[in-house]
């Protein structure tokens, strides 16, 4: 009889996990709004386990080759950061240099911290976030029809740009609202997050790199 109403209580909070109720809902803002990203990207992998979710639903799946994703992602990343910088952000009248971060301009001694959190907080947790597990929630409400994925890329890279405020104002929020849509169509390509991992933190590297050495 315990183990009974056990597995009973079990059912009922992966079912509402994965559901849309308080408790879905709830988990849902926890997991988007938790901060540094990686905790995000950790309490996704939690709330996979817990829900019984497949952890290939939230992109964790095995890639082709692990050398092409990886390296592919890299150049996409690295070349599309240097398009941004050279000429959409210009366009948009954003200014030359990054306020918030220009103390990185020659400062040796933040790197290695820096370079973990774009790794680590960017690459691995706000992919987990903003792609793996933000797709999983939206298909689930609009599906995976053409233009179902259309409205995914749209609303969650909306979410993802806005996260980004903050700390970088506008030219922040309308680089990560191009940066988010250009991960979000790796990811639906790919099928898997690590060729948008790969992507995202070879963008990130390279910013931190033009800043490092201020060009």
């Known amino acids: 009889m315990i183990r009974i109403e056990r597995r009973s209580a079990s059912d009922k909070v992966r079912r509402e996990l994965k559901g849309f109720g308080a408790v879905g809902i709830i988990a849902l803002l926890v997991i988007v709004l938790v901060h ?3 905790i995000g990207g950790l309490l996704v992998l939690a709330w996979a386990k817990w829900s019984q979710t497949p952890y290939p639903e939230v992109g964790f799946s095995r890639p082709r080759s692990w050398i092409m994703t990886v390296s592919s992602g890299v150049a996409f990343g690295a070349a599309f950061k240097v398009v941004m910088k ?5 366009l948009l009248g954003a200014p030359a240099i990054n306020q918030t971060y220009h103390y990185l301009a020659g400062n040796s001694a ?3 911290s820096m370079i973990f959190t774009l790794t680590v907080g960017a690459g691995f947790g706000e992919e987990t976030v903003f792609r793996g597990f933000l797709y999983e929630r939206c298909r689930k409400i609009f599906g995976r029809a053409l233009t179902a994925t259309f409205a995914t890329i749209i ?8 996260a980004h405020f903050v700390d970088q104002g506008l030219p922040g929020v309308e680089q990560a609202l191009f940066s988010g849509a250009a991960f979000g169509a790796l ?7 690590w060729l948008p991992m790969a992507a995202h ?3 990130d590297l390279t910013a931190l790199a033009m800043i490092y050495w201020d060009l």
């Not at 050279?86 to 210009?90: D, G, K, L, R, Y």
């Open 110 to 112: 933040a790197l290695p």
């Open 36 to 38: 540094p990203a990686s």
């Open 155 to 162: 609303i969650t890279s909306a979410i993802f740009a806005s």
């Open 201 to 203: 933190i070879a963008f």
């Open 86 to 90: 050279a000429v959409v952000m210009p």
């Open 187 to 193: 990811y639906i390509l790919a099928g898997q997050l």
